[in-house]
């Protein structure tokens, strides 16, 4: 499960902040997650409650924004936004898609006291 890792590394951002802040505890901790990034949002959130547990951020929220899909041919312009129907080639033109959005994984904004 790669959403343990990633809520330490959540965790260790999150705490790296408050210190440097000369806080005591975290309120709140917003991320960005891409639907094509991979992360499964309810293991994110179990594998935050289960790390959190005695750290500085020990009652902090999760909020987890999930960033939707989305790839342009730069070739045709076409706008493809869901992921059932993805390809890595084009429909219509059969050239290569580009991902625009989706894939981020990213610390929004962190609230501390």
């Known amino acids: 499960m790669h959403e343990l890792s990633i809520a330490q590394s959540i965790l260790e951002i999150a705490e790296n902040t408050a210190r440097k802040n000369n806080s005591k505890a975290v309120k709140k901790i917003k991320v960005q997650i891409g639907e094509f990034s991979g992360v499964v949002k309810e ?6 409650d289960v790390a959190k547990v005695g750290t500085i951020a020990e009652r902090a ?24 129907d993805f390809n890595l080639f084009c429909p219509k033109c059969s050239e ?17 006291e």
């Open 61 to 84: 929220e999760l909020e987890i924004e999930i960033v939707k899909f989305k790839s342009i041919c730069d070739a045709c312009g076409f706008v493809l936004e869901s992921m059932e």
């Open 43 to 48: 293991a994110l959130e179990f594998s935050f």
């Open 96 to 112: 290569p898609m580009n991902i625009v959005s989706g894939r981020e994984m990213r610390v929004e904004y962190i609230e501390i």
